[in-house]
């Protein structure tokens, strides 16, 4: 029995180094942190799948199956909500998308099969020495990963992301799982080293969610221990106690005391959070700016708006209503249904509605949600109506077990209301619901000799256990070794600052699921960092390749704004009046697709300017300021690109230029200028005096030149005025003396002698 115990204990030693995820990172790929924890998963649960074939494929030693382990209620609230998502990838609007996800998430229904499989791999084979070994390591891992933020906060980072996860809110939130870890360790290990530890871990993870501070997390910590203490409250029986240096405390008082002082502080805090006391107190400092006002609230709030809207039957119909958009098809529904009122506090692509729950309500459906809920509920009823038991005078680890996994549920879903998930949390998320379904379901049953070998297994199981190692080896090389090559193809030789058609075909064949976002990021990187020559003989072949990209793309609206940006940049490196043509007709298909959206307003403003048409850029730029008046950018949006064609300053539009930086009626009234948006203004002069340049203007040019001065004193103005008040740290050297000689320049020997670079 030997080789049978070796595969058995290969393969739960291939689900316990998942707990290592956190620690992949694929350096020089697109998305690291996401990637590489994506690379890593389906390595590991490949050679489970491998190692499980191999055991059935075993003649004299075949492994022991626990089939019925699989047949629990939580279980099957999962199969069913696997099969609607399946429905709504197969409905979605890009099921290709569905289907591998992208390159920024690494989601996608290929990764939930992968977690599936390890629901399902834990749930057979591991036993309760294995969960706690498996636990351990996530506890030892997880402290790792607190230690490194807590250092990064010690050292004065605001809100560390930590050198693992690069996200403040992802940290946070496994590091409620990591105490978690501690919790169950605590409670089952009757080691004191793996006690204290599991204690030590378990400051530092709270401390983690502190010092991030991540609101959503600190809040379903929050509810959680209310939850917890609530039950206690409840807990009738006498005996459940805790035993602390030596004395035994009756859990039911401790937890009723803790509860009127939680509510007491709370009450205060609430009617007190104005105070600046707060504001020296990490984590409630966070706290006390959640408002009605806040600028990330509404921006959820509205978000809430648009996924109501999005799943609405009389807007989509029935189907979409129940299955859902399907998949990474967020962003397509908040595109369709977009509220330009958005802008006014937040601007970038929503791919997620920073909510759990819309985000399945969207993606999967009023089915999908449906489920979600139902297995959610299962779980918690579960973990919260076992009780305790008076067995031996020994403390009842089943009780308190339980109550740590009520506990968690309630945490993760409560945080889940502000935020998504990210898989750097897949491995501590699916382990909980294993862990639960062993612990409610299989455990008891043990002892009863569930561990029947079955020593033949039908050639259909044979074959089918093949074929799923043949087929996880075949997904680990074209979902995961076949895009890290070409990603890492790209990042070398952009780094060289050369590229030829080989390097191309390198990096764009085979067309897979993450070619819209790395020929994109070719595309860019190219025309910033090739040289002229270089990019003659591959742009053509680069440009074709994009154009093909779009349609696979999870984000049309993006991509048609990042093309026709594209095409502008090609222009001012080509000068070809073909590429600002085909700009503009990917830059309004963008504005079909969202619309108000008013930084692709600004980006066709750009390509009218270089086109000359300055009568078109005030209706584009007056159209999206209608879209929404108080959106955060769009007055400097808009007087960017009008102030260089104000040449005779009739529209006072530097004026009111200057009113928004120093113009108010104090200090802390005006608005701080930004690299951004010294960009901006950079940016809108550049393509006035390049248009010029290209038609060939002399007069027109030395305009420009003129009016690009008066910006440049403005600029100064405006940067010595915020830099002496305080509200910037450093002054911004201007351009006037540049162009004061470029000026002088073109007096002297005309527009020839002028190089715009």
Do not use: C
């Amino acid at each position: 029995m030997e080789k049978t115990f070796s595969v058995q204990n290969l393969i739960k030693f291939s689900f316990i180094l998942l707990a290592f995820t956190p620690f992949a990172i694929t350096h020089g790929t697109l998305f690291p942190f996401m990637f590489g924890k994506a690379v890593f998963i389906r390595f590991m649960i490949g050679v489970s799948g491998v190692l499980f074939a191999i055991g059935i494929l075993n003649k004299k030693n075949p492994i022991h199956l626990k089939l019925g382990r699989l047949f629990n209620p939580l279980m099957i609230a999962y199969a069913v909500f696997m099969l609607l998502v399946l429905a709504s990838t197969v409905l979605s609007v890009n099921p290709y998308r569905s289907f591998w996800g992208n390159v920024e998430r690494s989601e996608g229904f290929l990764i939930l099969i992968y977690m599936l499989l390890s629901f399902l791999g834990t749930l057979l084979f591991f036993n309760k020495k294995d969960w706690l070994n498996f636990f351990k390591v996530n506890l030892l891992v997880g402290g790792v990963i607190a230690i490194n933020v807590f250092i990064e906060w010690l050292g004065g980072a605001h809100r560390p992301d930590g050198a693992f996860l690069d996200n403040s809110a992802v940290t946070a939130a496994y590091a409620l799982f990591t105490l978690f870890f501690a919790l169950i360790v605590g409670i089952l290990d009757k080691n004191k080293i793996w006690r204290y530890l599991s204690g030590g871990i378990a400051i530092t993870a709270v401390v983690t969610i502190v010092a991030t501070g991540t609101r959503g997390v600190m809040v379903g910590l929050v509810a959680a221990i209310l939850v917890t203490l609530l039950r206690l409250v409840l807990t009738k029986e006498p005996y459940v106690k805790l035993h602390l240096f030596k004395k035994s405390i009756n859990t039911r008082k401790l937890s009723a005391g803790l509860l009127l002082l939680i509510a007491v502080f709370s009450i205060v805090f609430i009617f007190t959070r104005s105070n600046s006391i707060w504001q020296g107190v990490p984590g409630l400092n966070r706290l006390a700016e959640i408002s009605s006002t806040d600028p990330a609230t509404q921006a959820r709030l509205i978000n809430i708006g648009i996924s109501l809207n999005a799943i609405n039957p009389a807007n989509v119909g029935a189907t979409r209503s129940l299955f859902g958009w399907g998949l990474e098809g967020y962003v397509n529904a908040h595109n369709q249904f977009y509220n330009p009122s958005i802008q006014k506090f937040e601007t970038p692509w929503f791919d997620r509605a920073h909510n759990k729950i819309l985000d399945v309500l969207v993606m999967n459906g009023v089915l999908g949600l449906m489920a979600y809920l139902f297995m959610w509920g299962v779980l918690f009823r579960k973990s919260f109506s076992v009780k305790p038991e008076e067995e031996y005078g020994q403390s009842n680890k089943e009780f308190w077990t339980s109550l740590t996994i009520g506990g968690i549920v309630t945490a993760y879903f409560v945080q889940s209301l502000f935020f998504f998930d990210s898989i750097a949390i897949y491995i501590p998320l699916f382990s909980l619901l294993s862990f639960s379904a062993y612990t409610y379901y299989v455990k008891n049953r043990e002892p009863q000799n569930e561990d029947v070998e079955i020593s033949r297994f039908s050639t259909s199981v044979k074959l089918g256990s093949a074929t799923l190692g043949v087929l996880l080896i075949v997904l680990f090389i074209w979902a995961s070794i076949i895009p890290t090559y070409q990603m890492r193809t790209m990042f070398g030789e952009l780094k060289r600052e050369h590229l030829d058609a080989d390097d191309v075909r390198r990096v764009t064949a085979p067309d897979n699921f993450v070619q819209a976002e790395v020929r994109s990021i070719m595309l860019f990187s190219a025309l910033d960092r090739l040289s002229k020559e270089n990019l003659t003989d591959i742009l053509p072949q680069m440009l074709k390749l994009g154009e093909e990209a779009l349609e696979k793309t999870d984000n049309r609206a993006r991509r048609e704004h990042e093309m026709g940006v594209i095409y502008n940049d090609a222009f001012k490196a080509f000068e070809k009046n073909e590429y600002l043509v085909l700009g503009e007709e990917h830059l309004r298909k963008s504005m079909d697709l969202v619309r108000g959206r008013q930084t692709t307003a600004f980006m066709l403003a750009e390509n009218l300017t270089l086109q000359g048409r300055f009568d078109e850029v005030k209706e584009v730029m007056d159209a999206a300021r209608a879209a929404e008046p108080e959106g955060a950018n769009i007055d400097i949006f808009y007087l960017s690109y009008l102030a260089p064609s104000d040449l005779n300053g009739s529209n006072g539009t530097i004026e009111k230029l200057k009113k928004i930086y120093i113009g108010g009626d104090s200090i802390e009234k005006n608005r701080i200028i930004n690299d951004a948006e010294i960009l901006y203004l950079r940016e809108s002069y550049s393509n006035h005096l390049h248009y010029a340049h290209h038609i060939r203007d002399e007069a027109l040019f030395r305009r420009f030149i003129l009016r690009t001065i008066e910006i440049e004193k403005a600029l100064k103005e405006i940067i010595n005025f915020q830099a002496e008040n305080g509200l910037i740290k450093r002054s911004v050297d201007t351009r006037e003396t540049t162009f004061t000689q470029a000026l002088s320049v073109l007096n002297q020997y005309g527009l020839d002698a002028i190089n715009l670079k």
